[in-house]
């Protein structure tokens, strides 16, 4: 809610929180009309948008609040395989091959339900597969 506030577009919004137990239920929320908005890492809304019975009803602005990569976790103390991680996975965003990844899980039918996410690579999705890097935002 800090960052809704915080948003430029809505100084001049009255905006009122609902809180849910969890991320189905605040999609539920809104699937039923008993909120007008529902706001989340636009990739778990996307999967949401995409497991419901119709997708078509909703759409994730292009606008972002912040933007916080996902990452991968390992043990400080091995700088080996760091090392193997960074130029394994590194070595699949320069190549390319990340791209065809990508596209297999978020913009293809998965199975076994042949759920589509019908979500595109983003401008920084792109930026961080264009240079790899372990600084964070």
Not at 101 to 117: D, E, R
């Amino acid at each position: 809610m800090p960052l809704l506030r915080q948003y430029d577009k809505t100084k001049n919004a009255e905006i009122r929180s609902i809180d849910a137990k969890d991320h189905a239920e605040s999609f539920l929320l809104l699937s039923q009309d008993r909120t007008s908005a529902f706001v989340m890492d636009d990739i778990l809304l996307a999967g949401l948008i995409a497991n419901s019975s119709n997708p078509g009803d909703y759409m994730i602005l292009p606008e972002s609040l912040r933007t916080e990569p996902y990452s991968m976790m390992l043990r400080k103390d091995d700088a080996q395989f760091k090392a193997l991680v960074d130029k394994t996975v590194g070595g699949v965003m320069k190549s390319g091959e990340i791209d065809k990844i990508y596209a297999k899980w978020f913009t293809s039918p998965i199975p076994p339900k042949s759920v589509n996410m019908n979500f595109p690579e983003t401008a920084p999705i792109k930026e961080a597969f264009k240079n790899p890097n372990d600084k964070g935002v």
